[in-house]
Every structure is written in structure tokens, then in C-alpha cells.
């Protein structure tokens, strides 16, 4: 016999809290972020700009490069803990 309740969705209520992130996202989560964002984003301005569609991933993998390199060299990841906690 179980005595664990389950919500409507059909999880318990111990298990909502391992769904949940527990802190904000770093700047190298932005950065996975804004990545495919960013190339999005040429790629509609291509479409209303009329330019081509090599200027466009052109223009895209610079911008991710840019970011790239910023996470990597300017801003690098350390080995310490994340910031707020654990």
C-alpha cells in the first residue's frame, strides 16, 4: 500500500522540487542562449533586408563566434562554485 500523493499532473510533491532549477542562469548559460538566437535573428533580418542567405549565416556565425570567445577568453569559467550557494 502507498502512502505517497500525487498531484493532477501525477507528481508527487517531494519530486516538484527536483523539476525546479534552484538558482538564475549564469553568463555562460546566456551565452548557450544566445547562440542559436543569434542566428535566428539574421537570418529574419536577411528576409527583410532582401540579403542573401550566405550574409546572412555569415553574419550569424560572427556574432556566435563573438560570443563564443567571450565566454572562453574574456570572461573564462572557473573552478569554483556557482555563485548563490551550492
Known amino acids: 500500500m502507498s502512502t505517497r500523493t ?3 499532473d501525477g507528481f508527487g510533491g517531494q519530486y516538484v522540487d ?3 532549477p534552484r538558482q538564475s542562469p549564469t553568463r555562460h548559460d546566456l551565452v548557450l542562449a544566445v547562440i542559436p538566437a543569434v542566428f535566428v535573428l539574421t537570418l ?8 542573401s542567405l ?3 549565416v555569415a553574419g550569424g556565425a560572427l556574432a556566435g563566434a563573438v560570443a563564443v570567445i567571450d565566454a572562453l577568453f574574456v570572461h573564462p ?3 569554483g562554485r556557482r555563485r548563490g550557494g551550492t
Open 6 to 8: 500525487n498531484g493532477p
Open 18 to 20: 527536483q523539476l525546479l
Open 44 to 51: 529574419v533580418a536577411a528576409v527583410v533586408l532582401d540579403l
Open 54 to 56: 550566405q550574409v546572412a
Open 77 to 79: 569559467p572557473t573552478r
